[in-house]
């Protein structure tokens, strides 16, 4: 099995799916000049970072990620976009995404199982949790056919399923506290050593959820693969 994992910025690496996926994570960095490529492999990751989903010009492998991302869906490849990654699918798809009216989300928040996660093949373990936040763009318009799995306050899109082996979340399951760390360490955030604690505080909690959902998807590419 061999996921394709797309990183937009070195902050925002792969994190826990490293781990939890090992060895299958084949990361392209397009930051560094390497090419995203026109297929992924077995399944593919796109991950977040600090771009907007419309900034092509700040980040000018953006249109090339949404193709790869639509062709993904298209072709049935098992597919999980994380934050900026599920923006740029929901994009792709013909939703909509926009900076969110509520500011910016972040630290360790609540997300609530909608109906349909109950069955999903990654959420169906998945009621009330904890996930780590870091957005101030959101989802405001789900691609048609789109089924809504994960919810939040102040910001409602935070999980939905397209054809039945597309994954899109606006939270990071990827993030291990140190990751958190070094991102609110340079947001400026007046209340970030609190949210850095919160994480950490977390970090039990945000594993025995997240890691059975990740690992699922890794059983997806399995099957897909075979």
């Not at 392209?28 to 419309?54: F, K």
Request: charge should be negative; glycine fraction near 10%; proline fraction near 7%.
């Amino acid at each position: 099995m061999r996921i394709t994992v797309i990183e937009h910025e070195a902050g925002a690496g792969p994190g826990y799916l490293e781990r939890w996926l090992a060895p299958s994570c084949e990361v392209v960095r397009p930051y560094l000049g390497e090419p995203v490529p026109s297929r992924a492999a077995d399944g593919l990751i796109v991950l977040g970072g600090e771009t907007a989903a419309w900034e092509d010009e700040r980040s000018p492998w953006l249109p090339a990620t949404r193709d790869l991302l639509r062709r993904s869906v298209e072709e049935g490849t098992p597919t999980l976009a994380i934050c900026l990654g599920a923006q740029l699918l929901t994009m792709a798809l013909g939703g909509a995404v926009g900076r969110g009216a509520d500011g910016l989300e972040v630290g360790a928040c609540e997300v609530v199982a909608l109906p349909a996660a109950a069955s999903d093949r990654l959420f169906s373990g998945v009621e009330t949790a904890v996930a780590v936040q870091f957005h101030q763009d959101v989802m405001t318009r789900l691609p048609e056919g789109a089924v809504p799995l994960m919810t939040g306050s102040p910001y409602p899109n935070q999980g939905y399923r397209v054809g039945e082996s597309a994954w899109a979340v606006q939270f990071h399951p990827e993030a291990t506290p140190e990751i958190f760390t070094s991102w609110a360490a340079d947001s400026g955030l007046e209340t970030a050593e609190e949210l850095i604690a919160e994480v950490k505080r977390a970090e039990a909690a945000l594993v025995a959820t997240w890691r059975p959902v990740v690992q699922a998807f890794g059983e997806v590419v399995k099957a897909a693969a075979r």
